[in-house]
Structures are given as C-alpha cells and as structure tokens.
Nanobody, 127 residues
C-alpha cells in the first residue's frame, strides 16, 4: 500500500521556520519525483517545490525561492521541506506527492503528473 505521510506543520509567527517531512512507503522511492504542494482556502493548489528522482534537480515556485529548501534522504524514504522566513501568505495545507513520470513539456511541479498524495499538514503563519 502506497503511503505518503506529512508531518511538521503547525502555527508559527511571521519570520519563523518550520520543517515539513514526508515519509514514503509502498513504492520504490528512488524511481519517483517528490513534490510539495499547498492549497490555501479559496485558492488553487500550488506547486511549491519538487525534487527529481533521476538527477536530484529541484524546482521552487518564485514565491518561495530563497526561503524554502527541499531535500531528500533516500535511505529513509523521506523528503523534507525547510521553510524559513515564513510569511502569512504561506499559510495553507501542505501536501506531499509522488510522481512516477513527469510528462515531457510539463513542469516538474505539475500536479497532474503526481500519482500519490498525502493527507496534508496545516501550516499557519501569524502576522
């Protein structure tokens, strides 16, 4: 059974930091790209950061560049999202997802490429 379990969300003041973890099981971790997405109330789901399984390349949305860092520990089948300098606009439910194939011509953080999704973890940044 494929499982993606997020943890590490919570309430933090603006300027603070959180580290999200995504623990994966039930599939060959090394064969999948892993992405972090977020969705705030009334807004569309947004690809935040993704990491390629093939070459470890990373992608960041413009809104988080320089503040968020994605990393992968393949030995633990876990992907992390270090979030620094958090802003109230970062408030959302954060989901991790796994993609077996990234369709050519689509971006690495295109949600339609992702086959498996976690249940999400709430991140709330107070001003």
């Amino acid at each position: 059974e494929v499982q993606l379990v997020e943890s590490g969300g919570g309430l933090v003041q603006a300027g603070g930091s959180l580290r999200l973890s995504c623990a994966a099981s039930g599939f060959t971790f090394d064969d999948y790209a892993i992405g972090w997405f977020r969705q705030a109330p009334g807004k569309e789901r947004e690809g935040v950061s993704c990491i390629s399984s093939s070459d470890g390349s990373t992608y960041y949305a413009d809104s988080v560049k320089g503040r968020f860092t994605i990393s992968s520990d393949n030995a633990k089948n876990t992907v992390y999202l270090q979030m620094n300098s958090l802003k109230p606009e970062d408030t959302a439910v954060y989901y991790c997802a796994a993609a077996r194939t990234v369709v050519a011509g689509t971006g690495p953080c295109t949600a339609g490429n992702y086959d498996y999704w976690g249940q999400g973890t709430q991140v709330t940044v107070s001003s």
